[in-house]
Structures are given as structure tokens and as C-alpha cells.
């Protein structure tokens, strides 16, 4: 693996590589609030493994990559809908598989339906199409959200890892992996610049963002929706409209899996899963 960093239209961005850049390449996008770490390693060397050269980033506020005042993100959603195409310049890559969580779910498919020609194919996780008459929340994540846990002490980095970790657990579901959830911790504790930053930012460059929602049925690559089977954010029938709106797509629902990348336990199944659906070619 090879982790480098680019500027790219004025934008200082960090990513990291697996395999040979002469196979496809396959973008993996985190979630809101998280850094690459929080695709692991072992999962994207087997992604590698099958063929593929696997690139993970860090969005702005995370890892290394450009950081802002806590609460005044200098980007809105378009600069993040952008990134991902600016890590595929500074690679030389024309047109990637994108696998997306959540927020960065959202930013793939924004990119496959603006950018259809950069994209082979899509691979949305725990992602909704927030249709009306969706199920809401599980009641003990909403609640987290009006009233969250008190802030740690910043400066103290193992007070900030163990506030991360409880963070994630109630996103993790039945199934939460606390021991994965500790090395992610320390991994973004240890790369980011600032985590308030992290925590913060992003949620205020989404909520600021009047722009139109991509519609899922303006997808026209080929897909395969992720969800998990427990996701306490966005229930299963959220990820089985979310596949029924894109045309043509296909569904895998990931048993126990919370709101959350595939955790090892699943990688038998997801990664041969991702390895056919990336295999995929652009028509001609």
C-alpha cells in the first residue's frame, strides 16, 4: 500500500493505493465524520487480491487531508461531490468503480449520475433514497442525536479514541465490533488534524446544501446495493427502494451489519460480491 498526498485545484488531499495500477480501479468513500481508516486494510488488500487497485481518500477534515475551523468548513457539497474526481486525476485514472458508505454513498451517486463517463460502475452502502413513508431511526440512535454523550477532553487523545468508539456503537447494531471500532478510533485520532473538525464540518457543509438530490433513477451504470440487515439509520426497506429506484440494480442485504463498511466477518461474501460486480467494463 502507498499513501501519498496531492494537491489538486488548490486542494491538499490524501489517498492511499492497493495492487497494480494496471488493473480497474475500484474508489472506496467513507462515510460522514470518519477518514479512510475506516475501510481497513486487510479489506482492501483482498479487494486488491482479486484484480482490482483499491483507493481509499481521506474528505476534507479527515486523515491528511485539508482541514478547516471547527464549524466553518471552508466547502459545501459540491467541493466534496468533487474530491473524489480529483483523486482520480492525480492518479491518471479516467473512470473508476465507486463503493460508497453512507454520506459517501451519496457522493457516488452524485458522480454517477453528473459524471456518468468517470464511472464503471456503483456500489452504494447503507444508503437511502429518503423516500416518504421509509421506516424512521431505531429509537436509541434518534435519541443519541437530541441528546449526545459529553464531549471529551480534546487534548487527551485516549479520552478522544474511547469517545469515538462510543460514538459508533450505536450505529453498529446487534453486531457491533468493538475491538475493529478501537483500531479505527486510533487510527483517525492519530491522522487527523483536528476531530472536532471531523465530528463537526461535514455535517454543516449537508445541512447547508440546497442543491437538487441526484435521482436514483438517472443511474445508468451498473449497480449493487449494500445494506445491512440491522442498519439502525436507514432500515433495510431503505437500501431494497434505494435498489428498486436505480435500474437494473442488484441487492445484497448483509446480515447483522449495522450502518457501517463490512465489517471482516463479512468480507467472504462482500469482497467476491464487489470482485464480479467490478468486473463490469465500460460499453463501447
Do not use: K
Not at 487534548?155 to 450505536?170: F, I
Amino acid at each position: 500500500m502507498t499513501e501519498r498526498i496531492a494537491t489538486v485545484d488548490g486542494v491538499r488531499i490524501c489517498f492511499e493505493t492497493f495492487g497494480d495500477d494496471g488493473d480497474p480501479a475500484v474508489l472506496l468513500l467513507s462515510g460522514m465524520g470518519q477518514t479512510m481508516d475506516a475501510w481497513e486494510p486487510g479489506f482492501c488488500e483482498r479487494l486488491a487480491a482479486e484484480g482490482r487497485y483499491v483507493v481509499r481518500f481521506d474528505h476534507r477534515d479527515a486523515g491528511r487531508s485539508a482541514s478547516s475551523p471547527v464549524g466553518a468548513p471552508d466547502y459545501g457539497v459540491p467541493e466534496l461531490d468533487g474530491d473524489p474526481l480529483r483523486v482520480l486525476d492525480a492518479l491518471g485514472v479516467a473512470a473508476a468503480h465507486l463503493v460508497g458508505l453512507s454520506m459517501g454513498a451519496g457522493i457516488a451517486l452524485t458522480i454517477a449520475v453528473s459524471h456518468p463517463d468517470r464511472v464503471r460502475s456503483l456500489t452504494p452502502i447503507g444508503c437511502s433514497p429518503l423516500d416518504d413513508g421509509l421506516p424512521p431511526p431505531d429509537p436509541a440512535l434518534a435519541a443519541t442525536f437530541s441528546d449526545p454523550a459529553p464531549e471529551p477532553d480534546w487534548s487527551d487523545a485516549e479520552a478522544v479514541v474511547a469517545y469515538l468508539v462510543e460514538n459508533e456503537r450505536p450505529f453498529g447494531g446487534p453486531g457491533f465490533d468493538a475491538d475493529r471500532t478501537l483500531r479505527v478510533a486510533r487510527a483517525t485520532v492519530g491522522r487527523t488534524a483536528s476531530v472536532p473538525a471531523l465530528l463537526t464540518n461535514h455535517g454543516i457543509a449537508l445541512g447547508n446544501d440546497d442543491g437538487p438530490s441526484p435521482r436514483p433513477a438517472d443511474v445508468t451504470v451498473p449497480t449493487l446495493v449494500l445494506h445491512g440487515s440491522a442498519d439502525p439509520l436507514f432500515p433495510l426497506p431503505h437500501g431494497e427502494a434505494l435498489a428498486a429506484a436505480i435500474p437494473g440494480a442488484e441487492f445484497h442485504a448483509m446480515d447483522g451489519v449495522g450502518h457501517e463498511t463490512p465489517p471482516p466477518r463479512t468480507w467472504d461474501v462482500v469482497v467476491p460480491l464487489l470482485a464480479r460486480h467490478t468486473g463490469h467494463r465500460p460499453s463501447t
